[in-house]
Nanobody, 126 residues
Framework: QVQLVESGGGLVQAGGSLRLSCAASGRIFSRSAMGWFRQAPGKEREFVAAITWSGDSTYYADSVKGRFTISRDSAKNTVYLQMNSLKPEDTAVYYC???????????????????WGQGTQVTVSS
């Protein structure tokens, strides 16, 4: 059974920073692209960032480009999302996901992902 467990969410003031972590169990991590998505109340889930299994390529939503950084540590089976210059509109539940087969722009599509974490709440106050 594959499990993805997010942590690091919380309440932060606008302009502040948070680092989300997603720890993966099982043997999938080394061969999975990993993504972060978010869902705000009353809105659809949206793509935030993704990283290929090798870590060579990263992808970002325009709304977070230049502020968020995705990275992975294969030794720890963990993917991170460093979030800087946070804005109130970044408030959402953040989910990490693992994709065993997609590449490139397909990593922006949530339906391509095979496994999902339970989510962690990020709240940015103004």
């Amino acid at each position: 059974q594959v499990q993805l467990v997010e942590s690091g969410g919380g309440l932060v003031q606008a302009g502040g920073s948070l680092r989300l972590s997603c720890a993966a169990s099982g043997r999938i991590f080394s061969r999975s692209a990993m993504g972060w998505f978010r869902q705000a109340p009353g809105k659809e889930r949206e793509f935030v960032a993704a990283i290929t299994w090798s870590g060579d390529s990263t992808y970002y939503a325009d709304s977070v480009k230049g502020r968020f950084t995705i990275s992975r540590d294969s030794a720890k089976n963990t993917v991170y999302l460093q979030m800087n210059s946070l804005k109130p509109e970044d408030t959402a539940v953040y989910y990490c996901a693992a994709d065993l087969s997609s590449t490139g722009s397909y990593l922006r599509e949530d339906e391509k992902y095979d496994y999902w974490g339970q989510g962690t709440q990020v709240t940015v106050s103004s």
